[in-house]
């Protein structure tokens, strides 16, 4: 491999602006042609679910098949009425599950359009961002450090090292150069390959600027070559979701085992027909198997998702989203996310005096070399925003003066370093033997360029010290002259190797300020109020991020720590340490990665964001990693599980805030399944242990369902947050909706239930009512305590009744479900004679009410009773 020069005295690429602007890139009109003649660049993958794969699911789906078998044995009874019913039903069921799927599945195709590679491509001559699914061959790239290559191209500006080891699996980069003009290279070049012009799908650019032009889009790529497999991925499940699928799959072993008792005790104790006995086991096994779980979890996360999105926050993997509840920790960079990341020129600063623009009306003369030298070690048209903000304000207040150099390019560079935090800008002058030097960079490192004894530096350092502790961000600034000539008339001149070899003269100091963001004092307000820590972690100075966390109220305690200590301790050390420092400074990327590796081994939920291709593996390692979407590279937005869109603290409170509320309505769908099965099964069960006729059937399970499902994955989907929400501390991250403490409510409101509507039944049968009757009065009775346990659920909180008046646009759609299924029930007498029922006079309806009263004082008994517990254990805790 070739060794370039070193970084001190390397020519630079051109910044990506200079490029651009020598090429036009196809025209919009020309673009829009060929990518509907070519179609989307897209690799082949796993295609949105198809309806027949859908049906298949359902069709193979325990409750299906329990549908399937009690219609046939209603046939083989000569049933002909229920077999239809439930049979028909079957298309009930597959409908309800296409609308689920489809919403699903509309909300996850959003966000995979919205998290799809972006590229900086050159359209009429103008740079612009589109999603990668629309490059088309011919495309201009323009490529930064941390991009993720769009499409197969070639270099035709710039010098790139680029990470190909997706294709080769070889970890160190490659170097790409500029194809020559004119020529083309004949064969396919294999990934890999060091100097060469190729530049493939989907590596990394890891350093440099350049622009590519796209040679192959799509499947003809080299990663599309390779196979669907690499394209397909496959989000494996969360940890609540496996801990429901282990949920469902023991209820559903019991379900199997009490059905079959069931069949056995009907059929030999109760002397009932074998069929007749199957049908209430499938009714009891029905009962159990609470197969609204997993629905509840797909269509609460993936819809979480979208609805965090609309808060301009991005969810790149779902399984994030039950994460956000619990997050006691938020590990924020200064830049851009707690400040607005737009920097002007505050103040400017000389040896004698001192310039601040606010209020001003005019630059006096002393300041106008300070400026023009600034100017001068600043590219022309910047990328970097502390560099706009100088060329801004220079051509502000020098407009009309010598002092302006338009269009003066540099004959050679200094590139900042890490051993020498400054950049020089080398120009020609009248005198070919003459250069003009322009140098900006730290203060210290230009103070020590300049060789200024320890007086100079002293009063350079207070100056400084003094802008830092007001949040400004100081650079100085130096000019110089060297001579030296080329030693023939084509050659370069001699360089020096370093900008130590050339002789400097100290002109002053430029503040620049990136002022807080509007929001971000309040939404750290909440965090505290939340239970949500946030700690500052930049790579900035100790003063200037003190200032920022002055400003904006982050932390009560002034105690900071900087990565040099970081490196000093040890483990146990640091983190008895950071429990107590809230601001870490001068970090560099590893530092931040142990910092959060330190708070997650200390029990902590971490949130962490990041911006840059370093931070990628403290995002992975975070519980939430969080990526900056205007300024952050692609490398840190795909180790991310969450995107800021515009990069704004006030958003990741937002999701917190979205992320307990999923988890909340989640917590109340679960409680309300359990609440609900519990009726059914006790009234499916207890006639066959007292000899009772049968209460339940499938057809009055399939009705029932008919109002569970929607209640699950609708109405409690829909419930707006609680009036607590960010209030109250992060709940545990092993704190789990399926865990036998959180249910217990449930259970206990639907064994009161239960309880109630079998005491109605036993005072119906000593009463010598009908079995008709009797089932008409617990079923109408069960369809209304269902809209009450929906009541009971929505927020313990309150009484049962006041759950009704809460906001939810889903609500009177499910009362008024529910009485529409009440009416035709009782209402349309060859449904009323399917399900077995006795039309109602005005005892029985009294008689139904009564129950429904109980149920509703039951239910008020169990929320009261579990509040005054609730608040005891707080007050342990």
């Known amino acids: 491999m070739a060794t370039p020069p070193p970084a001190s005295h390397r020519p630079q690429p051109p910044s990506a602006t200079p490029v651009a602007s020598a090429r036009q890139g196809l025209s919009a009109s020309e673009a829009t042609r060929r990518l509907a003649e070519q179609g989307p660049n897209l690799l082949p993958g796993s295609e949105p679910k198809s309806t027949a794969a859908i049906v298949r699911d359902v069709v193979t789906e325990p409750m299906f098949l329990m549908l399937l078998a009690a219609g046939g044995i209603y046939l083989a009874l000569g049933d002909r009425g229920e077999a239809l019913f439930l049979l028909s039903f079957v298309f009930v069921v597959i409908a309800i599950t296409l609308v689920q799927e489809r919403k699903t599945q509309r909300a996850l195709e959003s966000l995979r359009d919205l998290s799809a590679p972006r590229a900086l491509v050159i359209r009429d001559g103008l740079e612009q961002r589109i999603a990668g699914r629309e490059v088309v061959l011919g495309d201009l790239l323009v490529l930064h450090e941390g991009d993720r290559i769009a499409a197969d191209a070639l270099l035709v500006d710039g010098q790139l090292e680029v990470d190909e080891s997706l294709l080769t699996g070889e970890a160190v980069p490659v170097t790409k150069l500029p194809l020559a003009p004119g020529a083309g290279e004949g064969t396919a070049p294999a990934p890999g390959g060091d100097g060469t012009a190729a530049l493939f799908a989907s590596t990394v650019v890891t350093r440099g600027v350049g622009l590519a032009e796209v040679c192959a889009i799509a499947a003809q790529t080299a990663v599309g070559r390779i196979g669907a497999d690499l394209a397909a991925t496959t989000e494996p499940p969360s940890a609540l979701q496996q801990r429901s699928r282990k949920l469902v799959r023991q209820l559903g072993v019991a379900a199997l085992l009490l059905a079959s008792a069931q069949v056995v005790l009907g059929w030999w104790w109760n002397d009932r027909p074998l069929l007749e006995s199957l049908l209430s086991g499938i009714a009891l096994a029905m009962a159990i198997l609470p197969e609204e779980i997993p629905v509840i979890l797909t269509v609460f996360l993936a819809l979480g998702a979208w609805r965090i999105s609309r808060h301009k926050v991005l969810t790149r993997r779902v399984t994030a989203v039950e994460a956000l509840g619990a997050i006691t920790v938020l590990a924020v960079d200064k830049t851009g996310t707690l400040t607005v990341n737009r920097m002007a020129v505050a103040e400017l600063a000389t040896a004698g005096a001192h310039f601040q623009p606010e209020g001003a009306d005019s630059l006096a003369e002393e300041f106008h070399l300070l400026v023009e030298f600034a100017m001068l070690a600043t590219p022309g048209d910047p990328f970097d925003p502390m560099e706009k903000a100088i060329q801004l304000f220079g051509h502000q207040w020098l407009a009309g003066t010598e002092h302006v150099h ?44 300049c060789h200024l004894d320890v007086a100079q530096r002293d009063a350079i350092g207070r100056q400084v010290e003094t802008m830092a502790e007001r949040g400004l961000r100081v650079l100085g600034v130096a000019r110089g002259r060297w001579s030296g000539q080329a030693t023939a ?22 503040a620049l300020a990136d002022p807080p963001r509007a929001e971000v004092s309040a939404a750290l307000a909440e965090c505290r109020q939340a239970g949500v820590r946030v700690i500052m972690m930049t790579g900035d100075h100790p003063a200037t991020a003190l200032a920022i966390a002055r400003q904006v109220g982050l932390s009560e305690r002034p105690d900071l720590m900087t990565g040099a200590e970081i490196e000093a301790l040890d483990d146990a050390a640091l983190r008895q ?12 990327p590893q530092h931040k990665l142990r910092l959060v590796q330190m708070l997650r081994t200390d029990g902590e939920v971490v949130a962490m964001t990041g911006d840059g291709v370093n931070d990628a593996p403290a995002l992975k390692a975070a519980d939430v990693g969080i990526a900056m979407g205007e300024r952050g590279t692609d490398v840190a937005r795909e180790a991310a599980a969450l995107v800021l869109l515009d990069d704004s603290f006030a958003r990741i409170v937002a999701a917190i805030r979205q992320g307990r509320r999923i988890d909340d309505n989640i917590r109340k769908a679960t409680r309300f399944v359990f609440a609900v099965h519990v009726p059914i099964i006790a009234l499916a069960l207890v006639p066959t242990l007292l000899h009772w006729p049968v209460l339940l059937l499938p057809v009055h399970i399939v009705l029932l369902e008919l109002l569970i499902d929607p209640a699950c994955s609708i109405v409690f989907e829909a419930e707006p947050e609680g009036s607590d929400l960010m209030t109250r501390p992060p709940r545990p991250a092993s704190d789990s909706p399926f865990a036998a403490a959180p249910l217990m409510q449930g259970v206990l409101q639907g064994l009161g239930v239960a309880g109630v509507l079998l005491a109605g039944q036993t005072w119906l049968a000593g009463q010598g009512w009908s079995a008709a009757q009797g089932r008409a009065v617990v079923f109408s009775a069960l369809v209304l305590a269902v809209m009450l346990l929906i009541l009971a659920n929505r927020d313990p909180s309150r009484p049962v009744l006041l759950g009704a008046a809460a906001s939810n646009p889903w609500l009177w759609r499910m009362a008024a479900g529910v009485a529409v299924l009440l009416v035709a029930v009782l209402g349309l007498p060859w449904l009323r004679d399917l399900m077995g029922l006795a039309l109602p006079g005005g ?31 707080r007050i342990s805790d």
């Open 843 to 873: 005892r029985e309806l009294t008689l139904a009410a009564v129950l429904v009263a109980l149920c509703l004082v039951w239910l008020e008994l169990v929320r009261v009773l579990g509040q005054r517990l609730f608040r005891s254990h």
């Open 406 to 449: 338009e269009g003066r390019e540099p004959e050679f560079e200094y590139a900042l370093s890490g051993e020498i935090l400054a950049m020089t800008r080398v120009f020609a002058s009248a005198d070919p033997s003459q250069h003009l030097l322009a140098t900006k960079g730290a203060p210290e490192a230009v103070a020590d360029l």
């Open 489 to 510: 008339p084509d050659a370069a001149p001699p360089w020096p190797p370093s900008q130590h070899d050339f002789d400097f003269e100290f002109l002053g100091l430029v």
């Open 577 to 588: 340490r950071l429990r107590h420092v809230d601001l870490c400074a001068r970090l560099k």
